[in-house]
């Protein structure tokens, strides 16, 4: 039987190491259990969605939700649902498209899957991160993964040839879903939904080198190509905030829907995408006036979890239910809805 182990105490100090464990099931497993809920993150919620570098793969998650749904984008079809996860937090892919991540906060794990296969990978399948593994970052080699912490508010650089940590920075406040690398890699900016702040990282020394406060109740983040500027949702004041990253200090805010999660760059850098899970909207945001030029309605509970297509002409948004919403950017309309199986199990 397909499980996994629950990760140890030890995942929380430095001396990370390669969890022997199984990994999720596929779809053929249905039958299998899911391990218990742990409660510690319950109340915080979030979903994910991942866009394969060839756009043929679509991968998406809800925290609520213990299955991953893998979805083929030209034919709409379900490709598989995994299985044995409890509280999925974030997807992202490799560089080259062959495998991707899967963080699960409850079982304090990292598993990566074959995107052909959806199996695991013969090696460094499970990763170790410790219960609270939230958002992940990957480095543009895909050698390095970072994962937020939330429940050791701890950042975790693990090299993904071996799955071992190669450091575990300390001094954050509850880092949760938010946390992007700088265009160039040199830095790493991760949200801290204590204090609502962000803190930068160098990630040649790992280590806290500023923060940016003025956030209110902060979610999604976002950093232009230039790398000089960051967008952040503001859920508890209904707007999102404009960052100078050099002056660290929040310029001015835009005013969206209720209950903003979202603050997707478009490829071109030229619009901020906005999912206003109260409101069932996005508003779009043209980045050279910061002026909501188009809100998009027919969402259910839209959060961060929304993609563009290298063109930029296609945006991908996730619903609650994890359906996927196509949107036509040239017509800011949604065009196409890829219906999602029924959850596994209701917690």
Do not use: H, W
Request: a positive charge; charged letters at 20%; hydrophobic letters at 40%.
């Amino acid at each position: 039987m397909n499980t996994f182990f629950r990760t140890t105490a030890l995942a929380l100090c430095s001396t990370f190491v390669l969890v022997a464990a199984s990994v999720p099931a596929n779809a053929a497993n249905a039958a299998e259990a899911t391990p218990a809920r742990v409660t510690f993150d319950g109340q915080i919620r979030n979903n994910s969605l991942a866009l394969s570098p060839d756009e043929a793969t679509a991968v998406v998650s809800y925290s609520e939700r213990p299955d991953v749904i893998v979805y083929d984008l030209a034919t709409g079809a379900v490709r598989g649902v995994l299985r044995g996860y409890v509280t999925p937090r974030n997807i992202v892919f490799a560089p080259d498209g062959k495998s991707f991540y899967v963080s699960d906060s409850s079982l304090g794990t990292v598993t990566r899957l074959d995107t052909t296969t959806l199996k695991p990978l013969a090696t460094a399948s499970t990763l170790a991160a410790g219960p609270g593994a939230f958002g992940t970052a990957l480095s543009k080699d895909g050698s390095a993964l970072y994962v937020n912490n939330q429940a050791s508010s701890t950042v975790t650089r693990l090299d993904t040839a071996s799955g071992q940590a190669k450091a575990v920075i300390t001094g954050f406040a509850q880092p949760r879903q938010g946390v992007r690398l700088s265009p160039d890699g040199a830095k790493l900016y991760v949200t801290n939904f204590l204090g609502d702040k962000v803190t930068i990282v160098d990630t040649q020394t790992d280590k806290i080198e500023g923060e940016i406060t003025g956030f209110n109740k902060i979610r999604a983040i976002s950093v232009t190509a230039d790398g000089k500027t960051l967008f952040a949702a503001n859920s508890g004041s209904n707007d999102i905030a404009v960052v100078d990253i050099a002056a660290r200090r929040v310029t001015g805010t835009v005013p969206v829907g209720r209950d903003p999660y979202g603050a997707a760059l478009t490829p071109d850098g030229r619009f901020v995408y906005s999912g206003n899970l109260a409101d069932n909207t996005v508003s779009v945001i043209d980045v050279a006036t910061l002026k909501v030029v188009a809100t998009i309605a027919g969402f259910k509970q839209p959060r961060q979890a929304i993609v563009f297509t290298r063109d930029g002409k296609t945006a991908y948004v996730l619903n609650e239910d994890l359906s996927i919403s196509k949107v036509e950017r040239a017509g800011q309309r949604i065009v196409a809805t890829v219906a999602a199986p029924q959850a596994v199990a209701a917690y």
